[in-house]
């Protein structure tokens, strides 16, 4: 009931609630809930693990991915990583719309990732 009340609450749809400077607030998604806007009945959830949930959003052609931006830092790394070591494996690119992301929790939702061991 508290997610509810959380997701579908005015501050959480206007961006003014947040948990460690991101939108998912550690609570499961409501299925039918649209984490980008917090209107119900667009979103299906499609399945979650820990703290991470994956949904299908209508008008998006790919799922709308959520997981906490420690763990988006941790995979960015280990996918520089492998990128450095196997350059034939054409991974550039996407370590590159990673650390795009990155940059985006660092400059807008005042979340600094920790560093991936």
């Given amino acids: 009931m508290a997610s509810t009340d959380l997701y579908t609450s005015e501050a959480y749809k206007k961006g003014r609630l947040a948990w460690l400077g991101s939108r998912d607030l ?11 806007t917090g209107d119900l009945g667009q979103a299906q959830l499609l399945t979650t693990a820990g703290q991470s949930a994956i949904l299908a959003i ?3 052609p790919l799922p709308y991915i959520a997981f906490p931006g420690d763990r988006l830092a ?5 996918l520089r990583d492998i990128s450095l070591a196997y350059p034939a494996a054409g991974l550039a690119h996407i370590v590159e719309g990673l650390e795009s992301e990155l940059a985006w929790y660092k400059a807008n939702a005042k979340l600094t990732p920790p560093v991936a061991p």
Avoid at 26 to 36: F, H, K, R, S, V
Avoid at 74 to 78: D, N, P, S, V, Y
């Fill in 58 to 60: 209508p008008g998006c």
């Fill in 74 to 78: 941790r995979l960015t790394q280990q």
């Fill in 26 to 36: 550690g609570l499961p998604m409501i299925e039918g809930l649209d984490p980008a």
